[in-house]
């Protein structure tokens, strides 16, 4: 087996055996070293954890992240409920000042903005929209000072 196929077996693997990944169609190609994916997934955090089990395989020298979320009917939220959703989200962490961080939503896909302390509040922000039902994708531009 060359190193290509070795890389895709090992993601396809760990895809497959992640029982949180559920019902995925995800396609994996790897060309030298370089991953691409391909397919659906039914919510962010599945299409963001698909690219971590990519980067963090051996051999691995790059990810080109593909997959579209597509929600299912019954999680279709309005932009309005998603930003409320990840705001309340932002109230509830004692480390980020939920005041310091502006969310924007259009059709799913979430922009962050503000200033925070330090990465880690950065960060903590940034998971709490990727966690959030509805969303497609997250813009983070929040700056650190």
């Avoid at 559920?22 to 994996?28: L, R, S």
């Avoid at 999680?75 to 409320?84: H, R, T």
């Avoid at 961080?101 to 929209?129: C, F, Q």
Wanted: aromatic share 6%.
């Amino acid at each position: 087996m060359n190193r290509d196929q070795y890389i895709k077996e090992t993601i396809s693997n760990q895809l497959f055996m992640d029982n949180s990944m559920g019902n995925t169609d995800i396609h994996i190609s790897v060309m030298n070293g370089l991953v691409k994916l391909a397919g659906r997934v039914d919510c962010y955090w599945k299409k963001m954890l698909a690219e971590n089990y990519a980067n963090n395989s051996f051999g691995v020298m790059d990810v080109r992240n593909d997959l579209e979320v597509e929600s299912t009917d019954d999680e279709d939220l309005s932009d309005e409920e998603i930003a409320k959703n990840i705001e309340e989200t932002l109230r509830h962490d004692s480390d980020i000042n939920p005041n310091d961080i502006i969310v924007n939503v259009n059709r799913g896909e979430v922009t962050l903005a503000g200033s925070v302390p330090d990465w880690l509040s950065k960060d903590t922000a940034e998971a709490s929209a990727h966690f959030t039902q509805g969303v497609r994708s997250v813009n983070n531009m929040i700056v650190i000072l």
